[in-house]
């Protein structure tokens, strides 16, 4: 996954949550019950944010482990092999 894969998973997330708040607040009626599908589009909004967040962490860990990698085997502190083995886990 890539970096605008992750940007679009949080942007989708703030705009689904904001977009279920505004229908709560704007659905609400005398007897306190609203529409579902709102409820819905609210926990698909809450869920989003922090699975792109996520997702966004784990490719930071992986670019920053593949670049320590890279800087060992360019100043020769690991082997042609050891950096074939490494990159094919990392990347």
Do not use: R
């Not at 992750?6 to 007897?31: C, K, P």
């Amino acid at each position: 996954m890539n970096n605008s894969l992750d940007n679009m998973l949080i942007v989708s997330g703030i705009i689904f949550t904001t977009y279920g708040i505004f229908s709560l607040l704007t659905t609400w009626n005398s007897t306190g019950s609203f529409e579902w599908p709102t409820v819905v589009i609210l926990i698909i909004g809450i869920t989003l944010i922090p699975v792109g967040k996520m997702i966004k962490k784990q490719q930071l860990k992986k670019d920053t482990a593949l670049e320590i990698l890279t800087k060992k085997h360019n100043n020769g502190e690991i082997s042609d092999e050891e950096f074939n083995i490494g990159f094919k886990k990392f990347s």
